[in-house]
C-alpha cells in the first residue's frame, strides 16, 4: 500500500512499512478498518439495540479489536514525538503540530488530548489512503482506455520534465492538461460516491418532499456529476471540458462535489490533489520512458 507509506511520512516524519504492533502490522489493521466501515452495523440504524446484533454477528469484537490496535500504535507513535527532540533543520509532522497545539492552546471544548490527536489521525488515514488510491486507478483506468488522451498528458509531463528521473511537485504547476485529467476523473469515479451523511437542521422542501429536522441525508456525487442538464455527454471522459469551465473540486460549484462542501467538506483536498497528481504524473513518466526505450 504506496499511499499507507506516503501518509505515514507525512503524518509520523517516517515510513513504518512493516511496523508490528499487536498481532499484525499497521497495513493489515488499516484494512480490517476499511472492511468495518463498509460492513453493516445495527446501531447505526437501532442506536438503542442495534449492539445486541453487532455482538451477535461479531462485528462488536472486531471493532473493538481493530480500535486496540490503532489506538496502541498512535500512543506508541506519540510516545516516540514526546521523548524525540527535532533539530532545527528537521522539518515537524503532523503529530508535532497537534502536539504543540495542545500544549499552546486550550479550545471552547477544552484542551487537544492525545485522545483528539489520535482521532485526527484516524481521519487521515482511512480518509486519505483509499480515496487517493481508487483516483489514480480510475484515471489510469480511463486513459488506457482513451489512447490519445494519454498520450497528450504523457507528452505534456515529459516535455515539462525531460530527462530529470521523475517528476516533483515544483513542476505540477507546469502540467495544465494533468490538472485536467485530474479534475475529471473525479467527476465521473468519485471516490465517494455517497458523502459522509448529513442530519438536516431545519424544515426544508425539496421537489414536493417535506424533509424535516434531523433527517439523515445521502448525497450523490456519483449521480451529480453524471448530470446531462449540467454536463456534456457526462458518460464520456474528457478532460477538455474543464478548459474553459470554472468548476473547481472547492465546494463552491455544486454541480461538482468530488470533495463536498460546507463545514463537513474534506480538509484533506489540497494535500489529496496534489497526491493524485504527483503519482498519475510519474506513473506516466515512468510508461512513457519505458515505449521511448523499446
Known amino acids: 500500500m504506496h499511499m499507507v507509506r506516503v501518509i505515514c511520512r507525512v503524518a509520523f516524519g517516517k515510513s513504518y512499512k512493516g511496523r508490528e504492533f499487536d498481532n499484525g502490522r ?89 485522545d483528539y490527536i489520535k482521532a485526527i489521525l484516524l481521519d487521515i488515514f482511512l480518509g486519505g489512503v483509499d480515496t487517493t488510491t481508487v483516483t489514480v486507478v480510475w484515471a489510469m483506468t480511463e486513459l488506457v482506455k482513451n489512447p490519445e488522451v494519454m498520450k497528450k498528458v504523457q507528452d505534456e509531463v515529459r516535455c515539462s520534465v525531460g530527462k530529470k528521473g521523475k517528476v516533483v511537485e515544483a513542476v505540477l504547476d507546469q502540467l495544465k492538461f494533468l490538472k485536467m485529467v485530474v479534475k475529471e476523473t473525479p467527476r465521473l469515479h468519485p471516490p465517494a460516491p455517497l458523502l459522509h451523511p448529513r442530519e438536516t437542521m431545519h424544515h426544508f422542501t425539496i421537489n414536493g418532499y417535506e424533509i424535516y429536522p434531523k433527517t439523515r441525508v445521502q448525497v450523490n456525487v456519483y449521480a451529480i456529476g453524471r448530470d446531462p442538464k449540467y454536463w456534456k455527454n457526462p458518460e464520456e471522459f474528457m478532460p477538455d471540458r474543464f478548459m474553459d469551465n470554472s468548476n473547481d473540486y472547492k465546494g463552491t460549484h455544486f454541480e461538482y462535489l468530488p470533495f463536498g462542501a460546507g463545514r463537513r467538506i474534506c480538509p484533506a483536498i489540497y494535500m489529496g490533489i496534489s497526491m493524485v497528481a504527483l503519482t498519475l504524473a510519474n506513473l506516466l513518466y515512468a510508461l512513457s520512458g519505458a515505449f521511448l526505450m523499446r
Not at 32 to 44: D, I, N, R, V
Not at 77 to 90: A, C, F, G, P, Q
Open 26 to 114: 499497521f497495513e493489515e489493521a488499516v484494512n480490517e478498518a476499511f472492511a468495518m466501515l463498509g460492513g453493516f452495523s445495527g446501531t447505526h440504524f437501532f442506536p438503542y439495540v442495534g449492539w445486541i446484533l453487532d455482538k451477535f454477528t461479531g462485528l462488536h469484537g472486531r471493532l473493538e479489536k481493530c480500535f486496540q490496535q490503532f489506538d496502541d500504535f498512535y500512543q506508541n507513535v506519540i510516545d516516540e514525538h514526546l521523548n524525540y527532540e527535532r533539530t532545527k533543520s528537521e522539518q515537524e509532522d503532523i503529530i508535532d503540530v497537534l502536539l504543540k497545539v495542545g500544549r499552546d492552546h486550550t479550545g471552547p471544548g477544552g484542551p487537544l488530548t492525545n
